[in-house]
T-cell receptor
Framework: GAVVSQHPSRVICKSGTSVKIECRSL??????MFWYRQFPKQSLMLMAT?????????EQGVEKDKFLINHASLTLSTLTVTSAHPEDSSFYIC??????????????FGEGSWLTVV | AQSVTQLGSHVSVSEGALVLLRCNYS??????LFWYVQYPNQGLQLLLK??????LVKGINGFEAEFKKSETSFHLTKPSAHMSDAAEYFC???????????????FGRGTQLTVWP
C-alpha cells in the first residue's frame, strides 16, 4: 500500500552543524510534499510545501535559508536544517498526498524524525 | 480560509465507555476532513477521512465519524473504548471539491485521550 517513509527517525547533532532529513513516497509519486514541525504536546505547524522541480513555498515566519528543502525527484523530498541550534530541536514530519489511489484521495504521513541539537 | 477547532484538549473515559472527540471546522470551499492518531514518539496514522459520498465514515480500530455540513462538525466516536486507544487525536481539514488538489492540512490542536481500566 501507499506509504511515506522518513529517515532518520532520530538524529542528534552538534550546534552549528547541518542535518538532512529524507522523506520518500513509496509505491506512488508525489509532485508535492509537505513538511511540518511539531513541538512537544502541541499540534503540527506547516513549515513549507515542497514542489518537485521548483522552489519550495515557505510559510510565514519560516526561514528558508535555515530550512532548505529540495524535491529532486517525484518520490523524494529532503529537509536540511542548516547551522542547527538547540531551539531547532523538534519533531519533523512530512506528508504526501495521493489522489485517486486505492483508498481514494488521501494524505499520508511519514513516521517523523526527532532532531536533537546539543 | 480553513480552520479546525477541537473542543477539549484532554478526554478521559473508562474502558468500555463511549468515546466522543469533537471537531468543528470552517472552510470556504467543500472540505476534505481527516482524523489522525498519534502514539507517543510516532508519526500520524490515518484513522478515517471524508471526501465525498456517505457522510458517515468508518475507519480503523472501530472508529467512525459523521460529516454534518449544517453543524460544520466531524466528531469522532467509538462505541467502546479500549486501553490501546489512549493516544493523541488530530482532526484536520483541507480544501476539497471537484478539481481541487490535495494540499496542506489545517490541524486542530489535538485531543489527548486517556482510557482508565
Amino acid at each position: 500500500g501507499a506509504v511515506v517513509s522518513q529517515h532518520p527517525s532520530r538524529v542528534i547533532c552538534k550546534s552549528g552543524t547541518s542535518v538532512k532529513i529524507e522523506c520518500r513516497s513509496l509505491d506512488f509519486q508525489a509532485t508535492t510534499m509537505f513538511w511540518y514541525r511539531q513541538f512537544p504536546k502541541q499540534s503540527l505547524m506547516l513549515m513549507a510545501t515542497s514542489n518537485e522541480g521548483s522552489k519550495a513555498t515557505y510559510e510565514q515566519g519560516v526561514e528558508k535559508d535555515k530550512f532548505l528543502i529540495n524535491h529532486a525527484s517525484l518520490t523524494l523530498s529532503t529537509l536540511t536544517v542548516t547551522s542547527a541550534h538547540p531551539e531547532d530541536s523538534s519533531f519533523y514530519i512530512c506528508s504526501a498526498p495521493l489522489q485517486g489511489g486505492p483508498s481514494g484521495n488521501t494524505i499520508y504521513f511519514g513516521e517523523g524524525s526527532w532532531l536533537t541539537v546539543v | 480560509a480553513q480552520s479546525v477547532t477541537q473542543l477539549g484538549s484532554h478526554v478521559s473515559v473508562s474502558e468500555g465507555a463511549l468515546v466522543l472527540l469533537r471537531c468543528n471546522y470552517s472552510s470556504s470551499v467543500p472540505p476534505y476532513l481527516f482524523w489522525y492518531v498519534q502514539y507517543p514518539n510516532q508519526g500520524l496514522q490515518l484513522l478515517l477521512k471524508y471526501t465525498t459520498g456517505a457522510t458517515l465514515v468508518k475507519g480503523i480500530n472501530g472508529f467512525e465519524a459523521e460529516f454534518k455540513k449544517s453543524e460544520t462538525s466531524f466528531h469522532l466516536t467509538k462505541p467502546s473504548a479500549h486501553m490501546s486507544d489512549a493516544a493523541e487525536y488530530f482532526c484536520a481539514v483541507t480544501p476539497g471539491g471537484r478539481g481541487s488538489t490535495l494540499g496542506r492540512l489545517y490541524f486542530g490542536r489535538g485531543t489527548q485521550l486517556t482510557v482508565w481500566p
